[in-house]
């Protein structure tokens, strides 16, 4: 008695992602058209609260996004591209960033405005503890049993136990710190200053800053990530470029356009990048609402199409499907590669 329900359900449920697909295609029909967007796929558009802004994947493969107006954590299902849960964490403001503990599966949130940060469950459907870290917390990275939080306000780094939330030490990062990158031998740590036009560099085990990456290239930093091959890869804001710098980040090895030459007088303003699962590639999202891939083995362009609107967090889940949040839509934009 219960096979006809449950046959109507995946049969609605199926005709529910075809109908957000076609009209996906739809908007895709209406965008800028480039020589390069055809190997950047949009498959599907998700409602998910007023102005998501961070993103990460779950321990199970779920994508959690936080709504910053919204005040709310939603979980959606990476294959049906539906929600399949939300909380509101109203009482603790707009939200911010996103971050999960891939070995524990904890996902930890920042709530900036009131200076917030939770510890959810790996279901993101409860709250285990918080700590008031002040200070507009944003990026934060997990290693060494410390979590890591970049306070742009507070011009801090907070350092705390991710098992209870408690301070363990708070270090100075001089102005606005915005993301933090954890280097992949697990002996660093990297501070991005968005205004400084720098990393600060600091030693994990004695938690001492150790360097300064610089350069007088460099205009307004936005996020930081690595190759696996070593090299530190970083975003700058204001020339619309992907930074290609040795291991040591002691020279620039390459400057990286993001937008296609054709594209005239388009703006992209790079807020958030990603590397692929296979290491060879990373995709970059920006303001301008463009999505951006580049080979990290020839260090080229290859692929750039327009979203969304004011895109500001990007994941790059296992089977190759790209998350992105739309800022100015309130959605999550997902898009495939064409060549995998």
């Not at 720098?198 to 290239?217: E, G, M, N, Q, Y």
């Amino acid at each position: 008695m219960t096979i006809m329900p449950r046959l109507k359900r995946r049969f609605v449920a199926g005709l529910a992602v075809c109908v957000v697909m076609v009209g996906a295609a739809v908007f895709a029909l209406l965008q800028p058209k480039t020589a390069m967007q055809g190997t950047l796929v949009e498959l599907a558009r998700i409602p998910v609260g007023a102005e998501p802004l961070g993103i990460d994947i779950a321990r199970d493969g779920s994508v959690i996004v936080a709504a910053a107006a919204g005040r709310t954590l939603h979980v959606l299902d990476p294959y049906t591209f539906s929600e399949v849960s939300s909380l509101d964490l109203s009482s603790y403001g707009r939200l911010s960033r996103v971050f999960v503990d891939q070995a524990s599966g904890d996902v930890f949130v920042t709530a900036s405005i009131k200076g917030h940060v939770l510890k959810m469950d790996s279901n993101a459907s409860s709250v285990l503890a918080t700590a008031n870290t002040g200070g507009f917390p944003q990026g934060m990275a997990l290693a060494d049993g410390k979590l890591l939080i970049a306070l742009t306000g507070g011009q801090a780094v907070a350092v705390l136990d991710p098992a209870d939330m408690a301070p363990l030490e708070r270090l100075d990062a001089g102005d606005r710190p915005s993301s933090i990158h954890v280097d992949r031998n697990g002996e660093a740590f990297y501070v991005v200053k968005s205004t400084t036009r720098s990393v600060w560099v600091f030693d994990l085990a004695s938690l001492k800053w150790t360097h300064t990456i610089s350069d007088p290239s460099l205009v307004r930093l936005s996020d930081i990530a690595q190759a696996p091959h070593g090299r530190l890869l970083l975003l700058d804001a204001t020339q619309d470029s992907l930074l290609v710098l040795d291991a040591s980040g002691s020279t620039i090895e390459a400057r990286i356009p993001l937008l296609p030459a054709e594209c005239g007088e388009c703006t992209h303003v790079p807020m958030a990048l990603t590397v692929s699962p296979d290491g060879k590639r990373v995709v970059v999202v920006g303001r301008g609402g463009w999505v951006s891939l580049v080979d990290l083995k020839t260090q080229e362009l290859v692929g750039a199409r327009q979203a969304g609107h004011d895109l500001r967090g990007v994941v790059w889940a296992g089977d190759g499907k790209i998350f992105t949040t739309s800022f100015a839509s309130g959605e999550v934009v997902v898009l495939g590669s064409a060549d995998g």
